[in-house]
């Protein structure tokens, strides 16, 4: 938990690449600059394409965001970029020895932080006189609400260990990333300096993460010789002033254009449906859970339907669920040799083990119903809601006191974090019901059959 403490800034620079402690410490974070260019010209002015009544206002909900001003019909454009507005990592104007630094930087960064990779980027634009990308830069948040600039306390009220273990993940690169920056950037010339000759700390580096996990989008680059296509990080500006529903009203789409015998690329946003007067323009950023939309964007979706809750296997967990639920002879602890077959098929025993599991699709696959008898199911059914019950206990607060606490009034980062718990708890309540439906449907069906 420590570790998050230590993201808090403590230098200030010409254009400052340090980044205020907690995003959540308004409701709508101030831009780097208090009057950044105008976006919507800068766009257009670079050869890109806004449509008429597509401006940014503020959305209660998100902050800034892009609303039509009047309506516009089914497959419209709204916004189309050429090749050369996206910020990726890699770019046609780089510089040869500070950029040969950066891509040194950027193979330290482990894949799954690919966040950071591009963040560098942003960082060395950030500190560039005269970036090409300064308009954009400009309007980009000044504080992020995600849980690595949350205070140890609020990190530790997240109640749900495989989100704590996340974010110290997190928060502990970034600490041991900070040291590799300034050992890279030491006795440089200032003309092989990344950064221009600034200090770059954890905070900034964070700063950076959090603007691209929470903003780029991952599309496709260039068509490789044998015909396929990578997909690279990118960061668009404008675009990524649309903010998130799991029922869109736009969409991305990807086209070539072919200039003087050149391919380039278009990125367009386009009306999915009728956009009426007032509404907000809303992407789909995935079908992901509360986990990560906490962590990389820092919000939480109320209700998620891809919300999930990872549950480790356990087999003395599980014969202590199987007692609960009063299920005779539970053997999950020794189980028999043909039993630690299966188990290994499902990858819970042996060495290629993955004892995490977060759902149960490869159980809702099953064509059968009940194949392995009604009495099997209904016993393996118990085991999993006294599971639950085991799991709920052990969330050292109720919903009722979340709920109450949230009526008090609370810090915006405090009001997140007690949000996410509430709907991992809803997971956990929702499983039980549902199961239990399943129970007594079952039930019905044996006495039936007796």
């Not at 007692?323 to 539970?330: F, I, K, L, Q």
Request: hydrophobic residues 40%.
């Amino acid at each position: 938990m420590a570790a998050s403490k230590m993201l808090i800034p403590s230098l200030t620079h010409f254009r400052p690449l340090t980044c205020a402690a907690s995003a959540a410490a308004a409701s709508y974070p101030a831009r780097l600059v208090p009057h950044p260019p105008d976006l919507v010209k800068w766009v257009k002015r670079e050869g890109g394409f806004v449509h008429d009544v597509v401006k940014i206002a503020h959305d209660t909900t998100f902050g800034l965001g892009l609303v039509a001003s009047g309506q516009i019909p089914k497959g419209s454009d709204l916004i189309v970029l050429p090749d050369h507005i996206p910020l990726k990592f890699q770019s046609d104007n780089q510089d040869g020895a500070a950029d040969s630094v950066l891509l040194h930087l950027s193979q330290l960064v482990p894949e799954e932080l690919w966040a950071m990779k591009l963040g560098l980027r942003l960082l060395q634009e950030r500190a560039k006189v005269g970036s090409f990308w300064w308009p954009y830069i400009s309007n980009l948040p000044e504080t992020y609400s995600v849980p690595i600039f949350f205070s140890g306390e609020d990190i530790k009220n997240l109640q749900y260990a495989p989100l704590l273990y996340q974010v110290n993940k997190r928060c502990r690169f970034l600490l041991e990333f900070d040291q590799e920056v300034k050992n890279a950037v030491k006795n440089l010339k200032p003309s092989e300096h990344p950064f221009g000759g600034q200090d770059v700390d954890a905070s900034a580096l964070g700063w950076a993460m959090s603007a691209v996990s929470s903003r780029a989008f991952r599309l496709y680059g260039k068509k490789l010789p044998d015909g396929t296509r990578n997909d690279i990080p990118m960061m668009l500006p404008l675009v990524d002033m649309c903010n998130h529903s799991f029922n869109p009203n736009a969409q991305i789409v990807q086209e070539q254009e072919q200039d003087a015998g050149n391919s380039k690329m278009l990125i367009k946003v386009i009306a999915e449906r009728e956009i009426k007067q007032n509404d907000p323009l809303l992407l789909n950023y995935g079908c992901l859970s509360n986990d990560f939309f906490l962590l990389d964007y820092g919000f939480v979706i109320p209700s998620n339907p891809h919300d999930s809750i990872e549950l480790r296997y356990d087999g003395a967990l599980m014969d202590a669920a199987s007692m609960a639920a009063g299920v005779s002879s539970p053997n999950f602890s020794s189980p028999a040799p043909w039993q630690q077959q299966v188990l290994s098929q499902l990858k819970l025993d042996g060495e290629a083990s993955n004892l995490k599991r977060c759902d149960l699709n490869d159980l809702k696959s099953l064509s059968a119903e009940a194949p392995l008898g009604i009495a099997t199911e209904i016993a393996a059914f118990r085991t999993i809601i006294a599971l639950c019950v085991i799991a709920l206990g052990h969330f050292p607060t109720k919903i009722m006191d979340d709920e109450s606490l949230l009526k008090q009034g609370v810090s915006p980062s405090t009001e997140l974090v007690i949000q996410f718990r509430i709907q991992k708890k809803s997971v956990i309540i929702d499983v039980m019901r549902n199961l239990t439906k399943r129970v007594k449907l079952l039930s019905g069906k044996e006495t039936t059959t007796a």
